[in-house]
T-cell receptor, first 113, second 116 residues
């Protein structure tokens, strides 16, 4: 079964600092991996996805993630945090049934001035 | 193009009542997914439907929960005889048919169910 584990339920960074949110996956097949962001009381918005091809994936709002098969990881990064990046971030892997997803428990990102 | 719509946004039910949650997918989308988000947890897959068919309901509780996506109208998630443990945010997502290029789901704003 496909699953993801997000390390760190809360991450705090200073404005302008590097953002690193960790995600490791477990999959019996080549995984399709996603990062979503959720702002308070809202639905989820896709940040980026990896399916095939280039392992460094660029998404919206300056985020990117690198698929590393040898480390079974798909960590999310952003070079310089902005106050508006404060939100909940979810890593997800496709289940194999349609496009349904298995999500991690999420990481809450706090950005301090 | 309107996004995925869910209603109501907030729903309060007493224990033992029924809850009906509605989801209208994006125009042109024929795949619908329901997820549940409990406090302090990620989203858990519940059910995957196509028009008039349940494709995967492996995440649905065995009792009291049902889902449908009729030929006409929105998808409905129905919870009978609600209990306090059903209190959660329920999200619907949709994707277009045959979207093998994008594998993307588009999420609605969710329905927050509170059972008193």
């Amino acid at each position: 079964a496909q699953s993801v584990t997000q390390l760190g339920s809360h991450v705090s960074v200073s404005e302008g600092a590097l953002v690193l949110l960790r995600c490791n996956y477990s999959s019996s097949v080549p995984p399709y991996l996603f990062w979503y962001v959720q702002y308070p009381n809202q639905g989820l918005q896709l940040l980026l996805k990896y399916t095939t091809g280039a392992t460094l994936v660029k998404g919206i709002n300056g985020f990117e993630a690198e698929f590393k098969k040898s480390e079974t990881s798909f960590h999310l990064t952003k070079p310089s945090a902005h106050m508006s990046d404060a939100a909940e971030y979810f890593c997800a892997v496709m289940r194999g049934s349609g496009y349904a997803l298995n999500f991690g428990k999420g990481t809450s990102l706090l950005v301090t001035p | 193009n309107a996004g995925v719509m869910q209603n109501p946004r907030h729903l309060v039910r007493r224990r033992g009542q029924e809850a009906r949650l509605r989801c209208s997918p994006m125009k042109g989308h024929s795949h619908v997914y329901w997820y549940r988000q409990l406090p302090e947890e990620g989203l858990k897959f519940m059910v995957y439907l196509q028009k008039e068919n349940i494709i995967d309901e492996s995440g649905m509780p065995k009792e009291r929960f049902s889902a449908e996506f009729p030929k006409e109208g929105p998808s409905i998630l129905r919870i009978q005889q609600v209990v306090r443990g059903d209190s959660a945010a329920y999200f619907c997502a949709s994707s277009p048919q045959g979207s093998s290029q994008s594998y993307e789901q588009y999420f609605g704003p969710g329905t927050r169910l509170t059972v008193t």
